[in-house]
T-cell receptor, first 112, second 112 residues
Framework: AQSVTQPDIHITVSEGASLELRCNYS??????LFWYVQSPGQGLQLLLK??????LVQGIKGFEAEFKRSQSSFNLRKPSVHWSDAAEYFC??????????FGAGTTVTVRA | EPEVTQTPSHQVTQMGQEVILRCVPI?????FYWYRQILGQKVEFLVS????????KSEIFDDQFSVERPDGSNFTLKIRSTKLEDSAMYFC??????????FGEGSWLTVV
C-alpha cells in the first residue's frame, strides 16, 4: 500500500522568501503524484501533478515540484511567497484507479 | 472552469439522524469519489464509484454509508445513522478516465 510522509507539520516563511515543502512517498510502481492546497474553510485545489515525463513540473500560482525517484520525493517549491500563499498544503499519491493517499499536510504561515 | 459543486456547505445534525450530502461532479467525468477530513487529521479516501457501482471502498465505509447516482448529474453520500465521530469535512471529487481528481469545496458535517 502506498503512503505519503510530509515531515514538516508547520513552516513559517517571510513574504518574498523562498519556500520548499517536503514530500516522501512509498509506492511500489510508478507513482502519480499531486500537490493540493487548502485555504482556511476552503476545498482542495490542485496545484500541480506528475504522471510521467519531465521530472520538474510547473503548477499554478508560481509553484513547481520535482520528482526524484532515487529519493522517493516530490518536493514543492516557490521562489517568492506571497501572503496569500498561507494555507495548508497536501501531497498525495495515486494508485492506478486514482484513489489518493494524502500526507498529513504542512501548514504554511507567511509573516510580513 | 468546470468544477465540482457540493451541498450543503455546512450541516448540523443530531446523533442517530440520517444525512445526505449532495454533489454535482464535472459533467464529462466518469469516476466519482467521496473523501473525508476529520478536523486536524489527514484527508481519507472513503469510496470510489464508476459505471453505477462502487469500485473500491475503505474500511471507514461501513454499512452506515451508501452512495448513489440517482440521475445523470448528482452523486450522493448517505449516512444512515450518524455518530459523533462522523463529524468531518466531506469532499466529493470526480475524474475523467486516467486523469486528475478534482475536489469540491466540501460539506462540513457536525453531529451533536
Amino acid at each position: 500500500a502506498q503512503s505519503v510522509t510530509q515531515p514538516d507539520i508547520h513552516i513559517t516563511v517571510s513574504e518574498g522568501a523562498s519556500l520548499e515543502l517536503r514530500c516522501n512517498y512509498s509506492y511500489g510502481a510508478t507513482p502519480y503524484l499531486f500537490w493540493y492546497v487548502q485555504s482556511p474553510g476552503q476545498g482542495l485545489q490542485l496545484l500541480l501533478k506528475y504522471f510521467s515525463g519531465d521530472t520538474l513540473v510547473q503548477g499554478i500560482k508560481g509553484f513547481e515540484a520535482e520528482f526524484k525517484r532515487s529519493q522517493s520525493s516530490f518536493n514543492l517549491r516557490k521562489p517568492s511567497v506571497h501572503w496569500s500563499d498561507a494555507a495548508e498544503y497536501f501531497c498525495a499519491v495515486g494508485e492506478d484507479d486514482y484513489k489518493l493517499s494524502f500526507g498529513a499536510g504542512t501548514t504554511v504561515t507567511v509573516r510580513a | 472552469e468546470p468544477e465540482v459543486t457540493q451541498t450543503p456547505s455546512h450541516q448540523v445534525t443530531q446523533m442517530g439522524q440520517e444525512v445526505i450530502l449532495r454533489c454535482v461532479p464535472i459533467s464529462n467525468h466518469l469516476y466519482f469519489y467521496w473523501y473525508r477530513q476529520i478536523l486536524g487529521q489527514k484527508v481519507e479516501f472513503l469510496v470510489s464509484f464508476y459505471n453505477n457501482e462502487i469500485s473500491e471502498k475503505s474500511e471507514i465505509f461501513d454499512d452506515q454509508f451508501s452512495v448513489e447516482r440517482p440521475d445523470g448529474s448528482n452523486f450522493t453520500l448517505k449516512i444512515r445513522s450518524t455518530k459523533l465521530e462522523d463529524s468531518a469535512m466531506y469532499f466529493c471529487a470526480s475524474s475523467e478516465l486516467g486523469n486528475t481528481i478534482y475536489f469540491g469545496e466540501g460539506s462540513w458535517l457536525t453531529v451533536v
